[in-house]
């Protein structure tokens, strides 16, 4: 595992150790039930990738709801975490550069970036906010695979809203950090949120969240009113 003394480590992984992410990639529309309800084709679907703060990674149990939004969206993503990266990788080279796995949301504002979408304006800010990227603690490589029948789920006190399995993937793990590093290089504490699948929906202060996948740490917070 590189150093990670470039900034505080921070996050916890599920053996005790601390690491620092180096810097947030996510991925839009990366399964085919989502796409489609976000309005797009899933045949003809490039992957759309976009990037958080690396600060917006938190692991704490209450996430205050974000201020200039009246939408606040949850979105259960697969995060994969790598300790080698590289421009131009194979899906061979980019899944052997995997470090470990968490259960991550991808907190959206949903209002802002429909409004940025309509007026053809970034929406980074839609996506880029203050613990806009709840995760749970990470988990080795060598503890954990991607399993296409790993369930990943996300239910709001109690019921769930979004359900779907691994194998629900457009672009594999592999494929898409194949893909990312063609546009960008990737490096070692690069977090990737590898997309959602359907049934992002809002959330109210005083909702609990609890987001699962497989065999990983589960993720769970609790919306509190904004400042
Ligand atoms: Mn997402």
């Not at 949120?193 to 969240?209: C, E, Q």
Request: one cysteine or more; a neutral charge.
């Amino acid at each position: 595992m590189p150093s990670p003394d470039w900034a505080p480590s921070r996050l916890r992984m599920l053996d005790g150790r601390r690491l620092a992410v180096r810097h947030v990639w996510c991925v839009g529309q990366n399964y085919a039930e989502h796409a489609r309800e976000m309005g797009r084709d899933p045949e003809r679907c490039e992957p759309v990738f976009f990037s958080k703060p690396a600060a917006a990674l938190v692991q704490q149990a209450e996430i205050e709801y974000p201020p200039q939004t009246r939408e606040l969206h949850h979105e259960v993503e697969l995060v994969v975490l790598l300790a080698r990266g590289g421009r131009d990788l194979s899906p061979e080279q980019a899944a052997a550069g995997v470090f470990g796995y968490a259960v991550g949301c991808d907190l959206t504002r949903r209002d802002v970036q429909a409004r940025a979408k309509a007026a053809g304006m970034p929406w980074a800010l839609a996506k880029g906010f203050d613990q806009s990227g709840p995760v749970g603690e990470f988990v080795g490589a060598d503890q954990w695979r991607v399993q296409p029948d790993r369930v990943i789920e996300l239910a709001v006190n109690g019921r769930t809203r979004q359900s779907a399995v691994l194998g629900d993937l457009i672009w594999t793990v592999p494929e898409l950090l194949a893909r990312l590093s063609r546009e960008v290089t990737l490096r070692p504490f690069d977090a990737v949120f590898t997309g959602t699948p359907a049934g992002v929906a809002a959330l109210v202060p005083g909702d609990r969240v609890e987001a699962r996948i497989e065999g990983l740490p589960s993720l769970e917070f609790l919306v509190k009113p904004g400042a």
